[in-house]
């Protein structure tokens, strides 16, 4: 083991919970260290180029008014970049590219989280990483082609091809707008009930990106597809089945599945941690109040939580950090 001190504090993940966590046990004298296997705020970075972030700044920074950017919403890379800065300008103590890859209990209470680099021991342990590693697949043949993708990051590589999207939320429909745009004959296949759904619901196209979809059918920039199932990705092109079962054979050069993701909870499972079905599907039970798992010392935030929006996800560890912190203070330390 690197560090025969045991931390107060391990936080895995550096995404706006385990930064906000981080900032909050360092305004609290708590010893702390986040570990995250790739960059600071990895999802963010993850995000479509030139991507507007639709929340306000409000919902996204960490201090009132601390995030500034030339239009009333951030860019992906304005945001991506007020991260980074407020790490650096507050010197966290985090680590990057070193992937936690296991942790346990010891006789004593203690956590040993072991890293692809070191081990280290904690008191305990804040789970706050995203889910993007851990896309939804649709279990068709093809889907592992070489021009299927679950992640969109660009147009460019795409203008003149034909351009399928697979999904029914936000990040779908940003997609599809993002190469309609950019002249890819785009074709967006859709659950009719996550098209015309109004209410706000997890899953559905909300109406901020709804309506500049419309606008592109009416140019007839974009085709949409209301999808029974795909019946299989072949290499030049994709059979789809409508939502009457009829079958449509659609030329293809490129396939995005953009049907959301999922936390990776075996490394919680394996701690003991009982899991239960969420909002959002299954998630870890916890707390309402501090956040602590069923295993005394094992905490969650961001995805692990039915709080996954950025706003929640800075918020929450603010009242975890002062729970631990008056825990603390009530133990003498």
Not at 138 to 166: C, M, Q
Not at 205 to 211: A, E, L, P, S
Request: aromatic residues 8%.
């Amino acid at each position: 083991m690197t560090d025969q001190k045991t931390i107060e504090l391990l936080i895995v993940g550096a995404g706006p919970a385990g930064i906000s966590a981080a900032y909050e046990a360092k305004q609290r004298g708590i010893s702390y260290l986040v570990l995250e296997k790739e960059l600071i705020g990895n999802t963010i970075y993850n995000y479509p180029v030139g991507l507007t972030v639709f929340s306000t700044p409000d919902e996204l920074e960490f201090a009132e008014g601390d995030l500034d950017p030339a239009r009333d919403k951030p860019t992906r890379e304005e945001l991506l970049s007020y991260y980074v800065k407020f790490c650096l300008d507050n010197d966290l103590n985090i680590q990057t590219e070193e992937a936690v890859t296991g942790v346990s209990k010891n006789d004593d209470g203690t956590f040993t989280v072991t890293s692809k680099k070191t081990e280290y021991r904690a008191e305990k342990v804040l789970f706050a990483m995203g889910a993007m590693d851990y896309p939804r697949k649709i279990n068709v043949s093809g889907e592992d082609l070489p021009k299927v993708h679950d992640h969109f990051r660009e147009t460019y590589p795409w203008v003149k091809k034909n351009a399928l999207i697979v999904g029914g939320g936000n990040s779908a429909g940003e997609a599809a707008l993002f190469l309609a745009d950019e002249g890819a004959e785009t074709t967006l296949a859709i659950f009719r009930e996550d098209w015309e759904e109004t209410d706000p619901k997890q899953g559905c196209i909300k109406y901020w990106v709804k309506d500049p979809l419309e606008e592109q059918l009416k140019k007839r920039c974009l085709n949409l597809f209301f999808l029974g199932k795909v019946i299989e990705i072949r290499e030049n092109d994709v059979v789809l089945e409508d939502e009457d079962g009829k079958e449509h054979v659609l030329e293809n050069d490129v396939v995005f599945v953009l049907i959301g993701s999922d936390a990776d909870l075996s490394m919680l499972k394996g701690l003991g941690v009982e899991i239960g079905e969420g909002k959002y599907g299954e998630v870890p039970v916890y707390d309402g109040e501090t956040f602590e798992t069923n295993v005394p010392g094992i905490f969650v935030a961001g995805h692990f939580t039915n709080h996954r929006h950025i706003k929640e996800a800075i918020a929450v560890p603010k009242r975890l950090i002062k729970h631990l912190s008056n825990s603390s203070v009530k133990a003498g330390r």
